[in-house]
T-cell receptor, first 111, second 112 residues
Framework: TQLLEQSPQFLSIQEGENLTVYCNSS?????LQWYRQEPGEGPVLLVT?????EVKKLKRLTFQFGDARKDSSLHITAAQPGDTGLYLC???????????FGTGTRLTIIP | DAGVIQSPRHEVTEMGQEVTLRCKPI?????LFWYRQTMMRGLELLIY????????DSGMPEDRFSAKMPNASFSTLKIQPSEPRDSAVYFC??????????FGPGTRLTVL
């Protein structure tokens, strides 16, 4: 069974601060996705990383896939209240279409 | 496109009743996934379909759960009989050719 552990589980910081969320596993994934989920809605895809060591930027968000494709990080610069939500990483296996979702990080940005 | 459509958005029922959740995927998407989300267990895959055919139902909790996809534009997830521990938010997602999953708004199920 592939498990994805996210840390921290909860994070509450002031607007303007920087933060990093981690997604770790002992399994290797063919690709890894990050989603953000807001209350009462389904998860929304933010990014997909495929290559070991790959870095992708989405405005103030920077995503990195570990060299061994077992872990990933999400860094937010100058956090805004609109960044508040549940952040989920999800790993895709090889040769199948299933995603294994991480345990989630609930982020709150205080104005 | 309206995105993935799920109904009902909320369902409250009593233990032992049959519950049917419905999903309309995004037109042109060939894969459909049913997930369940709870605080304790997070987001879990229950079953997924490719071209209307069930591919992997290993996440379905037990025989009380069943899912069908009679055509490319409709799927159901049925629980019969329902139990309080089935209370959760159930999501349907469809996937495009780039392997990106798009989630519906979910159905919040409460079994009393």
């Amino acid at each position: 069974t592939q498990l994805l552990e996210q840390s921290p589980q909860f994070l509450s910081i002031q607007e303007g601060e920087n933060l990093t969320v981690y997604c770790n596993s002992s399994s290797v994934f063919s690709s890894l996705q990050w989603y953000r989920q807001e209350p009462g809605e389904g998860p929304v895809l933010l990014v997909t990383v495929v290559t070991g060591g790959e870095v992708k930027k989405l405005k103030r968000l920077t995503f990195q896939f570990g060299d061994a494709r077992k872990d990933s990080s999400l860094h937010i610069t100058a956090a805004q209240p609109g960044d508040t939500g549940l952040y989920l990483c999800a790993g895709a296996g090889f040769g199948n279409e299933k995603l294994t979702f991480g345990t989630g990080t609930r982020l709150t940005i205080i104005p | 496109d309206a995105g993935v459509i799920q109904s009902p958005r909320h369902e409250v029922t009593e233990m032992g009743q049959e519950v049917t959740l419905r999903c309309k995927p995004i037109s042109g998407h060939n894969s459909l996934f049913w997930y369940r989300q709870t605080m304790m267990r997070g987001l879990e895959l229950l079953i997924y379909f490719n071209n209307n055919v069930p591919i992997d139902d290993s996440g379905m909790p037990e025989d009380r759960f069943s899912a069908k996809m009679p055509n490319a534009s409709f799927s159901t997830l049925k629980i019969q009989p329902s139990e309080p521990r089935d209370s959760a938010v159930y999501f349907c997602a469809s996937r495009d050719s780039r392997h990106e999953q798009f989630f519906g708004p979910g159905t919040r199920l409460t079994v009393l």
